[in-house]
């Protein structure tokens, strides 16, 4: 058995974070990742660009456990000092559109890479394909592998992730290992997922992107209000307006009628859209609509509106009910996790084990889309790392 000053597990944003990190502090530290690469879902973020942070982040850009809490860990490692740390590492970055911050490369697989080489650079052990069996508290901490394999650690930091992207390797493992030694879990759902609709008048529309607000109400009460690109699907929709609804919607479901409303001119007032109409008058209401909305959508707007009276008013209002969400392999990031009442949010460190520690989306804490959640694995994986020096 090999022994170490820290053990991290999840060779994720947030435990890569916090391995380099801790080895920086002088730590003799493993990293151990069940995948045969590290930063696997990370590759994936930003639609392959890697949305690494976001220059206007805020504790109310996040969900879950109390702002104090979050703001703690965010004050410890912002916005700021992540594009400084990658920028030291070698990697150009760029500010675009809602403050998102983006490699200038245009590849999350920069990040990747330029991750490796500090893992390497600090020497951070990094065990691949090792997936945990066991995890014990004795002398140390000692965690056990599947293929046989053991390691023993002063300090152990759990990173895995929470239960969405499973194509990732994000089944949850640490929610299980948090929860066996003794934490509490609050509920967990999808977050930042598509929905699927009881009509099925988008798959009409299937391929469908528009820009637009969503609003999402339930008994006359509004619970979400989103704006940004919609992507309509064979099953209900998605888009970040939509996925960005997900964690209002998720504990309504089950007991309430969930309504999505689409305003496809949300810099338009329904009087300046009927005035837009009026002007074509001679036209049929199909070649109205030519120059409105996407061809995908003019059937379904022609068919909800009937005539050219009531376009204005189906633009503005376009309706959807929600049957559920999509599977949480699908969702972006979990919502839930480990109750923040149980961890130390100036060090991560549990309240009720000594020298064990917790970084990224394990915790109770999801952010909204836009680099929101990347930060937080930096932040948390930061906080973490520093083992409370």
Known sequence: MRCYDVAVIGAGSAGIMAAITASRMGNRVVLVERNPQIGRKLLATGNGRCNLTNARVTADRYHGS???????????????ATMRFFEALGLLLKEEDNGRVFPRTNQAASVVKVLRLELRRTGVHVMLD??????????????????GARVAAERLIVATGGRAAHHFGSTGDGLYWAEKLGHTLTPIHAALVPMETVETWPKDAQGTKVDAAVRATTDGRTIGEASGDVHFASYGVSGPAVMALARAVAPLLASSRVTLHIDLFPDMTEAQLREIVARHADRTLQDVLVGLVPSGLIPVVARFAGGMDAVPSVLKNLTLTVS??????????TAGGITADEIDPRTLESRLLPGLHFAGEVLDVDGDSGGFNLQWAWSSGYVAGLLGK
Not at 66 to 80: N, S
């Open 66 to 80: 109390d702002r104090e809490f979050i703001e703690t860990v965010l004050d410890a490692f912002d916005h700021v």
């Open 324 to 333: 559920q969400l999509r599977r949480l392999k699908e969702a972006q990031v």
């Open 130 to 147: 090792a997936q945990v069996k066991a995890i014990r508290r004795a002398a140390s901490w000692e965690v056990s592998m599947l293929d």
